[in-house]
């Protein structure tokens, strides 16, 4: 399911912010860009969030802004120093060079003068990262929420459609034996005499009845109805549950249409694929 949430906390001199983003998918994939230095940080902010997610991919960003008055650490680098004075003082024996150095010159030589911001401090940072993560993450699942109750209505809606042309099929299902009755008698009456093969027509009515008798794919689809239904009401994590559903109302469908002798039965079933897939494409947007 998709879905957005964001997260700011803050201390005297640091924002931090962190933004969750979700999008479908089949198992929980979580994705996180956080400083290299942040390890302990991220492994715990993945594990706070399958706690609040069970299903999708799942990227998280995570943003640290200075506010207040930054303080900051200044590194010499002495050894560095002592050797330009000494290249100094050796061109000093060949070119005329002033002996005093200006800040300005000082400054301009590299990697003689670094500037260190101060770090959160561990516990700081853990606190903060968890916190902010917990708030975002209380909004992705609001907005996830609300999602799935659009969703809900969607499902429901095509498995009223569903159930439809399943029980027009039902309806349909007796009539192809009785037309493959009055073929096989007009047939006969053509070749024969009906009285003598009376008892093998019976027998031949029998066989095609048992061949493409779909009672049992019928009442086991009506039984996926009431399944769904149920499914749906609950609140915990469904999404996996719906998928074997579909899975299962998708192979009775196909029973269906290979034993089907009846054009309008045809054309029922490829309503009920086409409905099913609809209805299988909003499924893997479930949790």
Known sequence: MTGFGRGVTATNNYQLTVEIRSVNHRFLEIYTKFPKEWFEAEIATKKQLSQYVKRGKIDVAIDLKTIGNEKLAIQINWPLVEAYQKAKEQLQEVVSIEEKWSMKEILSLENVISYEKQELAPEELMTSIGLAVKEAAEKLVEMRIQEGQQLKQILTSFNRQLKELIQ????????????????????????????????????????????????????????????????????????????????????????????????????????????????????????
């Open 168 to 287: 027009r099929i039902r309806g349909l299902s007796g009539e192809a034996v009785n037309k493959f009755r009055d073929k096989l008698i007009d047939r006969i009456k053509e070749i024969g005499n009906l009285d003598e093969l009376e008892d093998r027509l019976l027998a031949e009515v029998a066989i095609f009845a048992e061949k493409i008798d779909i009672s049992e794919e019928l009442d086991r689809l009506t039984s996926h109805f009431k399944q769904l239904e149920s499914t749906i009401e609950e609140s915990e994590s469904i999404g996996r549950k719906l998928d074997f559903l579909m899975q299962e109302m998708h192979r009775e469908i196909n029973t269906i249409g290979s034993k089907n002798q009846n054009s309008e039965i045809s054309l029922a079933v490829v309503q009920s694929k086409t409905i099913l897939e609809k209805m299988r494409e909003q499924v893997q947007n479930i949790e």
